[in-house]
T-cell receptor, first 116, second 114 residues
Framework: AQTVTQSQPEMSVQEAETVTLSCTYD???????LFWYKQPPSRQMILVIR??????QNATENRFSVNFQKAAKSFSLKISDSQLGDTAMYFC?????????????FGKGTLLTVNP | GAVVSQHPSWVICKSGTSVKIECRSL??????MFWYRQFPKQSLMLMAT?????????EQGVEKDKFLINHASLTLSTLTVTSAHPEDSSFYIC??????????FGDGTRLSIL
């Protein structure tokens, strides 16, 4: 079974600064996806970024980028130029890509607060 | 644009009643949908996988008779909380797999049982 660990329950950052959220996972599989989801106070789940395990290049989406270290099973999220609207709960998630069940395994989440 | 519609967004009802929550895929067929439950400040907990035309697959510890899932068409899955009690109050979210890509989530349903 897969496990996803987010060791930072809460973090805060000043507006315009950079913050990194940590995520580690454990799996015996070699083919999988990793995701970061954002859940603002509205509680809508928003996909921030995803990474295919077979790709060595780190995914980026505008101000969001990841540091994917496959050997270390680490998948951190970096948010640059933080904005007030980035305040949210962030969940790291794992999905095995070799089958057809598409189940997501979530970490416990990190509550990020961006301060003005 | 949104690919999933979940309804209702908020429901308050008396203890002992049954509540139905709908999850619809918009403009595409979804053979698989997922139902999650989320308590405040906690992560999403997968309750069951809803498969069109067959019985749902429930996660360990989820009461099948309490949480009835029906996936009668390729665009609609329903979750019925039967004989709801205050401890069933929670946030329920559905998701669908779209073109084999990351799960797309509904906006969730806040269920409050008085």
């Amino acid at each position: 079974a897969q496990t996803v660990t987010q060791s930072q329950p809460e973090m805060s950052v000043q507006e315009a600064e950079t913050v990194t959220l940590s995520c580690t996972y454990d799996t015996s599989e070699s083919n999988y996806y990793l995701f970061w989801y954002k859940q603002p106070p509205s509680r809508q789940m928003i996909l921030v970024i995803r990474q295919e395990a077979y790709k060595q290049q780190n995914a980026t989406e505008n101000r969001f980028s990841v540091n994917f270290q496959k050997a270390a099973k680490s998948f951190s999220l970096k948010i640059s130029d933080s904005q007030l609207g980035d305040t949210a709960m962030y969940f790291c998630a794992f999905m095995y890509s070799g089958g057809s069940n598409y189940k997501l395994t979530f970490g416990k989440g990190t509550l990020l607060t961006v301060n003005p | 644009g949104a690919v999933v519609s979940q309804h209702p967004s908020w429901v308050i009802c008396k203890s002992g009643t049954s509540v139905k929550i709908e999850c619809r895929s918009l403009d595409f067929q979804a053979t698989t949908m997922f139902w999650y439950r989320q308590f405040p400040k906690q992560s999403l907990m997968l309750m069951a996988t809803s498969n069109e035309g067959s019985k749902a697959t429930y996660e360990q510890g989820v009461e099948k008779d309490k949480f009835l899932i029906n996936h009668a068409s390729l665009t609609l899955s329903t979750l019925t909380v039967t004989s709801a009690h205050p401890e069933d109050s929670s946030f329920y979210i559905c998701s669908v797999v779209y073109l084999g890509q990351p799960q797309h989530f509904g906006d969730g349903t806040r269920l409050s049982i008085l």
